[in-house]
């Protein structure tokens, strides 16, 4: 109920929903990086996939030879050949 309330605020207010507070921001650049900020932790590191919680969801990336190229409590960097991000419930 306070993700909905969360949203009919940004929409009354005319503001991008990635500005809430907490929501996951995924930004893919071509098959080679993926940047994602507001995790909350590392589910799976493998070099085909990673899994990362979030705070409403799991963020999947799949692919082959990924790395992590930097993380900080916040933010990351995934690198390699990307085939595919989702984000489950």
């Known amino acids: 109920m306070l993700k909905n309330v969360k949203a009919q ?18 930004t893919v650049t071509g098959r080679q990086k993926v940047y994602i900020e507001n995790y909350r932790r ?3 590191f493998q070099e085909e996939e990673i899994r990362l919680q979030a ?9 082959k030879r990924l790395q992590i190229a930097y993380y900080t409590k916040d933010d990351m960097l995934i690198g ?8 489950e419930a």
């Open 9 to 26: 605020a940004a929409a009354a207010l005319h503001i991008p929903q990635d500005v809430i507070p907490g929501e996951p921001i995924v």
């Open 42 to 44: 590392i589910l799976v």
């Open 55 to 63: 705070r409403t969801c799991r963020i999947v990336i799949r692919g």
């Open 80 to 87: 390699g050949q990307i085939s595919s991000v989702c984000m």
